[in-house]
DNA sequence: CACTGGAAAATGCCGC
DNA sequence: GCGGCATTTTCCAGTG
């Protein structure tokens, strides 16, 4: 291990992780606002922000629930005997 | 304009409108569970998670104070135009 | 315990707990309308709102960036603790 | 007028309207910390917050509509020149 | 009166 | 498994 400067091993997985990090924060607050975008945009188009929010949270919860069905439908079949993947 | 099923030029937009807020909520996750897997791969490393978020938490609130700074002397040079004080 | 209409020790608590909290909620009321007039009279002697509130903000910030600091401390002190880095 | 010190009028003044809004603010936090505590007391009896919220802020909608009546109500009066109050 | 920004509430996550 | 905390979302006051 070099004693040069400040670094360390440690140090440089340190910087590494906290770049990774922070650039991968960077990309989910881009998405963010693209997100903040289109509602934007569809505004503009007459819709109504709230409204859609609720649209997607509603069809977000079916999925959840069409989710949880196929587990259910995994636990039988696995149950049985039968492993459908 | 088809008159076929329930669609209408509305309903097309409104479908178009909540796949696009669908899709970039997805991407949102993934790069979510993407941060969640680098604190977890460093914490396997031997780095603590929570002292991690708190030089990630610090290194955005140094820029923040840069934002700051800029914004109180726009306000500045309000206050003076104004001749506050 | 009396059954004498639809009172029941937990009803009674229910709307003891439920007119607190809107005695409280009135009473915050009351205050928010407080600091709306100071800001009004404030105007009224040639004041800028705006600049005000940007003053008390700032003034908040620093006291937020005291106990960060406190934080910071008890962090790294923790940190070395664990021998981290 | 003097000019001992950076102190004026205008100065003295400022202080004294920030540091009014300061300790309004301070009251106002200190009520909200008080809702806090006893929705958290109700919550130690076996009340569920998420409901008690609701129900308080269903109570509060049913105010906002006798409210309402009671404005309808001083219009009609107004409106036949009966002022009520 | 619509929009933006900041406070409050709901949700999800981590440690115990 | 749950309570506390951080994040996210929702809501409301202030602004132009």
Redesign the pocket.
């Known amino acids: 291990m070099t004693v040069v400067g400040h670094n360390s091993v440690a140090g440089d997985q340190l910087r590494t992780v906290v770049e990774r990090i922070e650039r991968l924060?960077d990309e989910?607050k881009n998405v963010?606002a693209d997100?903040k975008d289109v509602y934007?945009e569809a505004?503009?188009n007459g819709f109504d922000?709230?409204t859609l929010?609720?649209i997607?949270?509603l069809r977000k919860l079916d999925e959840d629930k069409r989710k949880e069905a196929q587990a259910m439908l995994d636990l039988y079949a696995h149950a049985i005997g039968l492993d459908l993947i």
């Open positions: 924060e989910k963010t997100i934007a505004k503009g922000a709230k929010r609720k997607v949270a």
